[in-house]
Nanobody, 117 residues
Framework: QVQLVESGGGLVQPGGSLRLSCAAS????????MGWYRQAPGKQRELVAT???????NYADSVKGRFAISRDNAKNTIYLQMNGLKSEDTAVYYC???????????WGQGTQVTVSS
């Protein structure tokens, strides 16, 4: 059974930082492209960042220079370090695992990030 379990969300003031984690189980982790997506109220889910390896990452323009995605293949875990948070970063953040060229595509349950003073 595939499980993606996110943690680390919460309430933070503008300009603050949070670190999200996503622990994966039930998949051959190293073969999956991992990513973070987010969905704000009334909006569609959007890409935040993806990672294949430490040298292959992709970011939404809105988070470039502020967010950093990383993965620890020994722990089957990915992280999202979020710095310089803005109110527009408020959303539910979802972890995603996708195997390119296949229909294998999994989602976590989401973790709420709220940026507010």
């Amino acid at each position: 059974q595939v499980q993606l379990v996110e943690s680390g969300g919460g309430l933070v003031q503008p300009g603050g930082s949070l670190r999200l984690s996503c622990a994966a189980s039930g998949i051959p982790f190293i073969f999956y492209t991992m990513g973070w997506y987010r969905q704000a109220p009334g909006k569609q889910r959007e890409l935040v960042a993806t990672i294949i390896s430490s040298s292959s990452t992709n970011y939404a323009d809105s988070v470039k220079g502020r967010f950093a995605i990383s993965r620890d293949n020994a722990k089957n875990t990915i992280y999202l370090q979020m710095n310089g948070l803005k109110s527009e970063d408020t959303a539910v953040y979802y972890c995603n695992a996708r195997k390119t060229g296949t229909s294998y595509n999994y989602w976590g349950q989401g973790t709420q990030v709220t940026v507010s003073s």
